[in-house]
């Protein structure tokens, strides 16, 4: 049960970070903050007011220019928030109910249509010397394979992955 709520407090920071900065932001605020304000008796405007402190620290960070500072501002920004919502689970499981069509609402009906899927299969010959990495993207999230050669004859296949 704990790595079900884990999992989900995962998505739904991952979701609360692409909201803040895209479009739909004051609506994720709202409903993220009254989640929160819900399951610890505060004040949803102050969770409210700490929501915006993150968003303002990750777009200051995204405007800067620097792709490694915007990167470690969004990891920062999901990894505090999927604590405090993994907390919030722990202590109140029915919460994940809630948290479930939250992150319905965030991400939108495409979340619900199934998608295509493609097999790649790779397979590599004449012999290779180092390290194979295939590379996709799957639900905005990005996946590294790596197959190592450990024979040095080659024919080594990567696993099977979603194309980009």
Do not use: C, K, Y
């Not at 900065?21 to 610890?40: K, M, P």
């Not at 069509?101 to 010959?125: C, D, K, M, S, Y």
């Amino acid at each position: 049960m704990e790595a079900e709520l884990v999992a989900l407090a995962t998505a739904g920071a991952t979701a609360l970070v692409q909201q803040m900065v895209g479009d739909g932001w004051e609506r994720a605020r709202t409903r993220v903050a009254a989640f929160f304000a819900a399951r610890s008796g505060g004040d949803e405007r102050a969770v409210g007011a700490e929501l915006e402190a993150a968003r303002d620290e990750l777009v200051r960070a995204e405007r800067g220019g620097d792709q490694e500072a915007a990167d470690e501002a969004r990891t920062e920004a999901r990894v505090e928030w999927r604590a405090r919502m993994r907390r919030s689970l722990l202590a109140d499981p029915e919460a994940a109910a809630e948290l479930r069509r939250i992150l319905a609402e965030l991400t939108g009906p495409e979340a619900a249509v199934p998608q295509n899927v493609t097999t790649v299969n790779n397979t590599l010959t004449g012999g290779s010397h180092g390290i194979v990495l295939q590379v996709g993207t799957v639900n905005r999230m990005h996946t590294v394979h790596e197959t190592r050669d450990t024979g040095g004859t080659g024919g080594g296949a990567a696993p099977d992955g979603p194309r980009p």
